[in-house]
């Protein structure tokens, strides 16, 4: 490995950043500049979408620039106009609104959900659910997120929505997070990193009264064998002492063999993404089959379980920002993993005396069969999850 070399990476497609299309061309009848109609175009998409009207201006440290506002326009042309973009999409592709979470029974009270990931900023959907934090790249003791990665899959995991009437909210609203900042602003890291927030997470554990961990982190393809052995049994080390661990498949797919470590695990819940075509906001409409596929050297299937990953709205870390929104865009597997370990989280706030096998073995169990997954169990239906 040559000095400098990033050896892991974020589980995110490089297109994961919404804000202006692709193809680098503006949309149809949107001039340089602020338009006129921003903020009433902006406040009519809002209110279609669930969102009150002046949710942002009511947070703390948000300012409606006039830059934001046409931001927020160009947002709902582009990206919003597909029901699929909606995190309710999400949750109705995949079974979410069974009696259990409609009643609001199990939501993940009582869970802690550790995330090894870029880091988790203030967010107002995350307001007084973060349990602790740990930087493994600075040392430094405050909660922040420089790349917005973390702070996403977070939100995904369990943000309340309470900035977008609910609109937004994650799987698990009710559990609380445990976060290690693994990662770097860009995305990269070092196997060194993630082992040691592997090895603070063993250390408090009973603490934090850790049940679940999401790894949206795999290595590189070149990344050399021994380093992906030691990440490896690493991450099954989580395993070995009772945890649900989660973890993403990776963007080097669809080939054969393409799963990132250490979603090649047999311990371990790896998450792919079905194939899915490529949404009207990219120049042309094609087949987005990125997911990374088994089977592992050991002739393991993988993924084990497939969940939404393409085109997500979750929590933005840099909405104070002038410029920026409370809610952005990511696709990867990095976004589908969060959507099972919350869906775990659920399924734990309901049955806390499940071990993890027991809750891989209902996953299996209560996977559908949906185009695009054939790879693996099938896709992820919280219905039959939640179902005795």
Sequence with gaps: MKPGRPQMRKAVSRNEAGGVPKCGRPCPGMKPGVSRSAQSAASRFWNEAGVSPNAASRVPGVKLWPEVLEKQFLFCRIFLSKKEFYMKWVKQNIGYWCDDIIAGKYLGQGICIAVLDTGIAEHPDLEGRVAGFRDFTEGRRECYDDSGHGTHVAGILAGDGRASAGSYAGMAPCSVL?????????????????????????????????????????????????????????????????MVVVVSAGNYGPEAGSVAVPGNSRKVITVGVPDSVR???????????????????????????????????????????????????????????????????????????????????????????????????????VRKLMTA
């Design 178 to 242: 445990l976060a290690g900042k693994v990662l770097d602003r860009e995305g990269n890291g070092d196997v060194e990193n993630v082992i040691s927030g592997i090895q603070w997470l063993k250390k408090v554990k009973d603490q934090f009264g850790v049940r679940i961990v999401n790894i949206s982190v795999g290595t590189q393809p070149d990344l050399g064998d021994v380093q992906k052995q030691r990440l490896l049994e690493a991450v099954e080390s989580l395993w070995d002492i009772g």
């Design 279 to 381: 949404p009207a906001v990219y120049c042309r409409r094609e087949k987005m089959n990125y997911s990374g596929r088994g089977p592992t050297k050991e002739c393991v299937i993988k993924p084990d379980v497939f969940a939404p990953g393409t085109g997500i709205i979750s929590c933005n870390s840099r909405y104070k920002q002038p410029g920026e929104h409370l809610y952005s865009i990511k696709s990867g597997t990095s976004m589908a993993a969060p959507v099972v370990s919350g869906a775990a989280a659920c399924l734990l706030s309901k049955y806390p005396d499940m071990t993890n096998v027991e809750v891989k073995l209902k996953l299996r169990e209560s996977c559908v069969k949906y185009p695009g997954t054939e790879a693996g169990w099938g896709l992820l239906n």
